[in-house]
């Protein structure tokens, strides 16, 4: 039976309605070790049951395998979902390991083309710059976007990861539907520039990794330790060593609260990002990544949770304390430009 009564909330003035939690499809196909197929299928169709309609992708997310895996899906559901993926992470034919940031036209033409056979659809509803390139102006990139949508091969734009300041420049170049950037209990970031620039031009937040990668829930202490070698969490210096136990303690009134309301670790944290909408006074539509039906059930259980001020109170100081960068390389994010 489905159960399609999750609340709805618009990104941007001007662009898509989804449900107020999405779903993180990465996980499924790259960058979190081996994946089981079925079980993926399993958690999207109950995600969709339980009303999530935002379901998010990229073309660099196993070099297209995520997008082919999810054509199937959304060709059964077309009606009923936003799909959103994004351009800017270039893999050469050569060294598919690695990730070039490109933000060109011809790139970005050729790059919409195959997201659009891959994922075997008429339109992209949401289609993001996943990168900036500090080297191609930015109002070349988003014009090239904006020709996308006149041309009817993308509804809505998006861009991650970057500046307020860069926010500002492309909303005057065609209207930012949403920017996706990490914020949860251990990434606040993009509250001092960023959240303010979105809350000012109309601009929704889609925050990824709002679960902190999974070490918000709990699910693991020291990535190097307790998982896989193709696991990319292993690089992130906050998830091992000496960081990663300190990080751990710091969980502590996270369970506190948990414990509380009945509620799992995972369902604080997002319940957390969830009431970041009303603290700023913008829409907020987390992404949380899982690949099993029964996290899904979880996660979309937050959405229903009211954390209360003293509670709030009590989360308020984690960030301030977590140890280690979210990537080795910030350069990349809006807050290593921000310095």
Not at 239 to 255: I, W
Not at 262 to 285: C, D, E, I, N, S
Not at 319 to 328: H, I, K, L, N, T
Request: charged share 25%.
């Amino acid at each position: 039976m489905t159960d399609r009564t999750m609340p709805s909330v618009r990104l941007g003035e001007t662009g898509p309605e989804t449900s107020v939690q999405g779903l993180g499809c990465m996980g499924m196909s790259f960058g979190y070790g081996p994946a089981d197929a079925e079980q993926s299928r399993a958690a999207l169709e109950r995600a969709f049951d339980l009303g999530v309609t935002l379901y998010d992708t990229a073309d660099a997310y196993g070099a297209g395998d995520n997008e082919r895996f999810l054509a199937p899906f959304f060709k059964a559901h077309r009606d009923d979902v936003v799909i959103a993926t994004k351009f800017a992470l270039s893999i050469p034919p050569d060294d598919p390991g690695k990730r070039i940031i490109r933000n060109d036209a011809p790139y970005i033409r050729q790059a919409v083309e195959d997201s659009l056979k891959r994922l075997d659809v008429d339109v992209i509803d949401l289609y993001y710059m996943h990168r900036r390139d500090v080297n191609v102006p930015l109002e070349e990139t988003v014009g090239v976007m904006a020709g996308l949508v006149r041309e009817g091969k993308v509804k809505h734009l998006g861009l991650s990861e970057v500046t307020a300041e860069e926010l500002h420049t492309a909303h005057a170049v065609h209207p930012i539907a949403a920017v996706q950037s990490e914020w949860s209990l251990f990434s606040r970031d993009i509250e001092a520039q960023v959240v303010p620039a979105a809350r000012e031009l109309g601009v929704g937040l889609v925050p990824y990794s709002p679960l902190g990668r999974g070490f918000l829930t709990g699910a693991f202490t020291d990535a190097a330790k307790e998982l896989t070698d193709g696991d990319f969490r292993r690089s992130q210096p906050r998830f091992t060593g000496d960081n990663a136990a300190a990080n751990a303690a710091l969980l502590e009134p996270v369970r506190r609260v948990a414990e509380a309301h009945g509620a799992t670790l995972g369902q604080v944290a997002l319940a957390w990002v969830h009431q970041r909408a009303a603290v700023h006074g913008l829409a907020v539509v987390p992404i949380p990544g899982t690949r099993k039906a029964d996290r899904v059930t979880e996660n979309v259980g937050a959405a229903h949770l009211v954390l209360t001020d003293e509670e709030l109170a009590l989360l308020e100081p984690i960030a301030a304390q977590v140890a280690g960068d979210r990537y080795a390389d910030m350069t990349f994010t809006s807050a290593g430009r921000e310095q």
